[in-house]
């Protein structure tokens, strides 16, 4: 069982860049892919990244490419998600997700999620 708490999410303003965290529980943490997934009101839920279990591969939606960075630190079972260049159209529920299968994280295990609302 691994168990996922996300932080680093609230209210914002356009342009800022903060950085969500997901920490695991757990001794298996390095096995899992883990993601990134935004659900916005009103629609679905989305992946936006993925990251391999080592680091050593990543994956973004198009929605995001070249603002958002996905990383890891296995020896502190943490998945980062670094946002730049926020637009209004990033509001959303952030979820963080462990699970396997590339690019496509089939999804064993979800965070609670965290709101980011971003205000113009």
């Known amino acids: 069982q691994v168990q996922l708490v996300e932080s680093g999410g609230g209210l914002v303003q356009a342009g800022d860049s903060p950085r969500l965290s997901c920490t695991a529980s757990g001794r298996t943490f390095s096995r899992y892919n883990m993601g990134w997934f935004r659900q916005a009101p009103g629609k679905e839920r989305e992946q936006i990244a993925a990251?391999?279990?080592?680091?050593?591969?990543?994956n973004y939606a198009d929605s995001v490419k070249g603002r958002f960075t996905i990383s890891r630190n296995n020896a502190k079972n943490t998945v980062y998600l670094q946002m730049n260049s926020l637009k209004s159209g990033d509001t959303a529920v952030y979820y963080c997700a462990a699970g396997e299968n590339w690019p496509k994280i089939f999804v064993n295990y979800w965070g609670q999620g965290t709101q980011v609302t971003v205000s113009s």
């Open positions: 990251i391999s279990g080592s680091g050593a591969i990543t």
